[in-house]
């Protein structure tokens, strides 16, 4: 797997599906046998065809029930869910009480040369579900469906989700009205293994387990590497580009503990997640961040913090001068991941060198100064400067004309439609008639029209 990697092309698509158990490659010790909740159903609510034509996955409406809600195994994949254990730093505390709480590992595939992980969320009770009932809401997982679709529509590399069920359970909740609707949530990724997954290994200090772990990413997510270190050098670009990608799409993860940092870099598990309606650095998506350690303006920092740990967990069976080079570089593959994005979203051309790393640090700081708001912003200036500034929805200062008329133009400007956005409001906007009448059109437009966008 190539880093920035958004997921499978049409190139890539399979005609038949292929099912896959890679993961007992990495025998006791890594996962539990579960069994799912048994649920009644209310409505499929969400369930991405083309994903799944593009995997050689065709299914009827009473199959997709059967495999994403009754946890029926797969053709040649997985007899049964597995819990995987690890552990992780929860806003930088150490916790080793954790693992799979409320999903499992349901099903691998292979597709395109690549495995990939059908992961759940809201599935039922596990070892790891301590006092937690093992559910998810329904808004939760209106929420993520909603946001899997606009990061990818943004470029940015994410697990995707699969299908939405909504079952019949009422559910207690602190955040949210209640009761409240249930529902199962199946994601789509290119690997269910975590940061946390080395630090549970380490913690123990079960140096040929860590072997095998690594051994196992690398076989399957990163077969250019020879060694630990350097598939730990390949998780450092991954993981630069994918924050880098989050800046750039303003997107606040919310939670970045290392328990939800993906080994191949998807986002994942993004709760309370955010978009920026203006630059705001201190912004934050968590209510219960009360630091602002997860703000926007610190991503970067979190991230570099999140591989340290997991350096420190490969410094069992690694050589510390490789991890160390690894990570000295981080910044550096930061900035010009960044670079890349903003020029991508900005559709104009990079020059290749200083003045680009300048052009995207001004973007930036006018950003914040001007308080444009995010979404119009990046839509006005689709294009660069490239046709007549009537057509655009906000008014901009002459010295930023100036700065992104330098770079030569790679893409057409939209014309004058409101641009595609995912604030919270317009969240609330899409759930409001789900909770009052059951009525979803909002929502499949919605994700109608992120699809058009990727």
């Given at each position: 797997?190539?880093?920035?990697?958004?997921?499978?092309?049409?190139?890539?698509?399979?005609?038949?599906?292929?099912?896959?158990?890679?993961?007992?490659?990495?025998?006791?010790?890594?996962?539990?046998?579960?069994?799912?909740?048994?649920?009644?159903?209310?409505?499929?609510?969400?369930?991405?065809?083309?994903?799944?034509?593009?995997?050689?996955?065709?299914?009827?409406?009473?199959?997709?029930?059967?495999?994403?809600?009754?946890?029926?195994?797969?053709?040649?994949?997985?007899?049964?869910?597995?819990?995987?254990?690890?552990?992780?730093?929860?806003?930088?505390?150490?916790?080793?009480?954790?693992?799979?709480?409320?999903?499992?590992?349901?099903?691998?595939?292979?597709?395109?040369?690549?495995?990939?992980?059908?992961?759940?969320?809201?599935?039922?009770?596990?070892?790891?579900?301590?006092?937690?009932?093992?559910?998810?809401?329904?808004?939760?997982?209106?929420?993520?469906?909603?946001?899997?679709?606009?990061?990818?529509?943004?470029?940015?590399?994410?697990?995707?989700?699969?299908?939405?069920?909504?079952?019949?359970?009422?559910?207690?909740?602190?955040?949210?009205?209640?009761?409240?609707?249930?529902?199962?949530?199946?994601?789509?990724?290119?690997?269910?293994?975590?940061?946390?997954?080395?630090?549970?290994?380490?913690?123990?200090?079960?140096?040929?387990?860590?072997?095998?772990l690594s051994a196992y990413c690398i076989r399957h997510f990163y077969p250019d590497a020879?060694?630990?270190?350097?598939?730990?050098?390949?998780?450092?670009?991954?993981?630069?580009?994918?924050?880098?990608?989050?800046?750039?799409?303003?997107?606040?993860?919310?939670?970045?503990?290392?328990?939800?940092?993906?080994?191949?870099?998807?986002?994942?598990?993004?709760?309370?997640?955010?978009?920026?309606?203006?630059?705001?650095?201190?912004?934050?998506?968590?209510?219960?961040?009360?630091?602002?350690?997860?703000?926007?303006?610190?991503?970067?920092?979190?991230?570099?913090?999140?591989l340290a740990q997991l350096a420190q967990s490969l410094s069992l069976i690694c050589e510390?001068?490789?991890?160390?080079?690894?990570?000295?570089?981080?910044?550096?593959?930061?900035?010009?991941?960044?670079?890349?994005?903003?020029?991508?979203?900005?559709?104009?051309?990079?020059?290749?060198?200083?003045?680009?790393?300048?052009?995207?640090?001004?973007?930036?700081?006018?950003?914040?100064?001007?308080?444009?708001?995010?979404?119009?912003?990046?839509?006005?200036?689709?294009?660069?400067?490239?046709?007549?500034?009537?057509?655009?929805?906000?008014?901009?200062?002459?010295?930023?004309?100036?700065?992104?008329?330098?770079?030569?133009?790679?893409?057409?400007?939209?014309?004058?439609?409101?641009?595609?956005?995912?604030?919270?409001?317009?969240?609330?906007?899409?759930?409001?008639?789900?909770?009052?009448?059951?009525?979803?059109?909002?929502?499949?437009?919605?994700?109608?029209?992120?699809?058009?966008?990727?």
């Amino acid at each position: 797997m190539c880093c920035g990697d958004i997921f499978l092309s049409p190139s890539n698509s399979v005609s038949k599906f292929q099912g896959a158990k890679a993961i007992h490659e990495l025998g006791e010790g890594f996962f539990d046998p579960v069994k799912p909740a048994d649920f009644n159903l209310v409505g499929v609510r969400y369930f991405d065809e083309t994903l799944s034509a593009s995997i050689g996955l065709e299914l009827s409406n009473e199959q997709v029930i059967d495999h994403f809600l009754r946890f029926e195994p797969l053709p040649d994949s997985l007899a049964e869910p597995l819990a995987l254990r690890y552990h992780g730093h929860q806003f930088r505390h150490y916790n080793p009480d954790i693992g799979d709480g409320r999903g499992f590992l349901f099903a691998q595939c292979e597709a395109g040369g690549k495995l990939l992980d059908f992961g759940t969320k809201g599935s039922g009770t596990t070892p790891f579900s301590r006092s937690g009932d093992g559910r998810l809401t329904l808004l939760g997982g209106v929420r993520e469906v909603l946001a899997a679709n606009y990061l990818q529509s943004l470029g940015v590399n994410t697990s995707l989700a699969f299908a939405l069920i909504e079952t019949d359970e009422a559910l207690q909740r602190n955040d949210e009205p209640s009761p409240t609707r249930a529902a199962v949530l199946t994601r789509l990724s290119h690997s269910h293994i975590r940061f946390g997954t080395f630090q549970r290994q380490a913690f123990f200090e079960d140096r040929e387990a860590l072997e095998r772990l690594s051994a196992y990413c690398i076989r399957h997510f990163y077969p250019d590497a020879k060694t630990p270190e350097e598939m730990f050098d390949q998780v450092v670009t991954a993981s630069a580009d994918t924050v880098a990608s989050w800046m750039a799409a303003g997107f606040v993860h919310g939670v970045m503990n290392t328990d939800n940092m993906n080994i191949t870099g998807e986002s994942f598990d993004y709760g309370p997640y955010r978009f920026l309606p203006k630059l705001d650095p201190k912004f934050t998506a968590a209510y219960f961040d009360h630091g602002g350690l997860y703000a926007f303006g610190r991503q970067p920092e979190a991230m570099a913090w999140n591989l340290a740990q997991l350096a420190q967990s490969l410094s069992l069976i690694c050589e510390d001068a490789k991890l160390i080079q690894a990570m000295n570089v981080f910044a550096d593959r930061y900035q010009r991941a960044l670079n890349a994005h903003v020029f991508r979203r900005l559709g104009i051309a990079p020059q290749h060198g200083e003045r680009d790393t300048a052009f995207v640090r001004e973007t930036f700081i006018y950003l914040q100064k001007s308080q444009v708001p995010w979404p119009e912003f990046w839509h006005d200036w689709l294009g660069g400067a490239n046709r007549s500034t009537k057509d655009q929805i906000g008014t901009y200062d002459g010295d930023w004309i100036d700065a992104v008329s330098a770079f030569d133009p790679v893409a057409e400007r939209p014309e004058t439609d409101r641009p595609e956005s995912l604030l919270y409001g317009e969240i609330g906007e899409i759930w409001q008639p789900i909770a009052e009448n059951d009525e979803w059109t909002a929502f499949d437009q919605k994700t109608e029209r992120l699809k058009a966008m990727a």
